[in-house]
Nanobody, 123 residues
């Protein structure tokens, strides 16, 4: 019954910034780790970040470390991914996903998914 909806995607210039949001309904996000994944054309879906249920631990793919920041506001039932210094290779559909317990790497270990939001980085 947990439903996730991403928003905030769009077109941005290389070097620019964008923040995407993941809003939950049906259940509070308390207890859920939230991952951000992306899928570019012709590539497998990959995890770019994850945040633990209380926000105390965060994880990033090497390709985005130092540029992206994940955060959550459980009172607002929302998770954010701030993306800075965007590159064309960041172009993808970005998905948020939830699971009970600890952050995991694999797509298959996340149970609830949003439908994605398109992020396009192009000049």
């Amino acid at each position: 019954q947990l439903q996730l909806v991403e928003s905030g995607g769009g077109l941005v210039q290389p070097g620019g910034s964008l923040t995407v949001s993941c809003a939950a309904s049906g259940f509070t996000l308390d207890g859920y780790s939230i991952g951000w994944f992306r899928q570019a054309p012709g590539k497998e879906r990959e995890r770019v970040s994850c945040i633990s249920s209380r926000g105390g631990s965060t994880f990033y793919a090497n390709s985005v470390k130092g540029r992206f920041t994940i955060s959550r506001d459980n009172a607002k039932n929302t998770v954010f991914l701030q993306m800075n210094s965007l590159k064309p290779e960041d172009t993808a559909v970005y998905y948020c996903a939830a699971r009970l317990g600890l952050c995991q790497i694999q797509v298959a270990k996340f149970d609830s998914w949003g439908q994605g939001t398109q992020v396009t980085v192009s000049s």
